[in-house]
């Protein structure tokens, strides 16, 4: 299995494109989402989803949109790229986001992440 | 207030001795998970070990094991028999089970360098 899979890895945008990071998983996963990780903070989340057709806003989801129309993928949309979006972005995918697990069921994997610099 | 603390930014362990890891948290929620996750300097995010608010006993994986101590609020990692291959970044993060979806609260780290 491939597990959880990011591109690009790297990408460079100049201050106000638009792009797209693709993250696909191929392990039946209901819930996916997407962090961003800055020096020294840390990860933050961006948008999750609980399965096909359910988004929801984290901590961070200003400047960013996602959709889920299929379960393997989770695509994370920049509209309008900013220098603060500068950061190195991680999708994270789990078998599901329901209840207590003391068994650690809803471990989150994640893919290498993808390194986006604008400048 | 931070839910996740790391205190310790960075921290030489000589190879072959055991090193801890320092995790503080701050929540309301019974219920949660707190979760260890390694970071080589490589980039990609390693689940380490997870420990639940009610399990009894404390976690462990091979050489990691996590000192939970609940009425403290804390939930160190402990790496025991240091290798090289274990010099990288640490993260500690809870899950809180009232909040909707699989959310991690993540700490700001703790860099591990393994000395020969």
């Known amino acids: 299995n491939a597990g959880v899979t990011q591109t690009p890895k790297f990408q460079v945008l100049k201050t106000g494109q638009s792009m797209t990071l693709q993250c696909a998983q191929d392990?039946?996963?209901?819930?996916m989402s997407w962090y961003r990780q800055d020096p020294g903070m840390g990860l933050r989340l961006i948008h999750y989803s609980v399965g096909a057709g359910i988004t929801d806003q984290g901590e961070v989801p200003n400047g960013y949109n996602v959709s889920r129309s299929t379960t393997e993928d989770f695509p994370l949309r920049l509209l309008s790229a900013a220098p603060s979006q500068t950061s190195v972005y991680f999708c994270a995918s789990s078998y599901s986001a329901g209840g207590y697990k003391s068994s650690g069921a809803n471990v989150l994997t994640f893919g290498a992440g993808s390194r986006l610099t604008v400048l | 207030a931070q839910k996740i603390t790391q205190t310790q930014p960075g921290m030489f362990v000589q190879e072959k001795e055991a090193v801890t890891l320092d995790c503080t948290y701050d929540t309301s929620d019974p219920s949660y998970g707190l979760f260890w996750y390694k970071q080589p300097s490589s980039g990609e995010m390693i689940f380490l070990i997870y420990?639940?608010?009610?399990?009894?006993q404390n976690a462990t994986e091979g050489r990691y094991s996590l000192n939970f101590q609940k009425a403290r609020k804390s939930a160190n990692l402990v790496i025991s028999a240091s290798q090289l291959g274990d010099s990288a970044m640490y993260f500690c993060?809870?899950?809180?089970?009232?909040?909707?979806?699989?959310?991690?609260?993540f700490g700001g780290g703790t860099r591990v360098l393994v000395k020969p």
């Open positions: 392990m039946n996963h209901e819930y």
């Open positions: 420990q639940g608010s009610y399990d009894q």
């Open positions: 993060a809870m899950r809180e089970w009232e909040a909707a979806g699989n959310k991690l609260t």
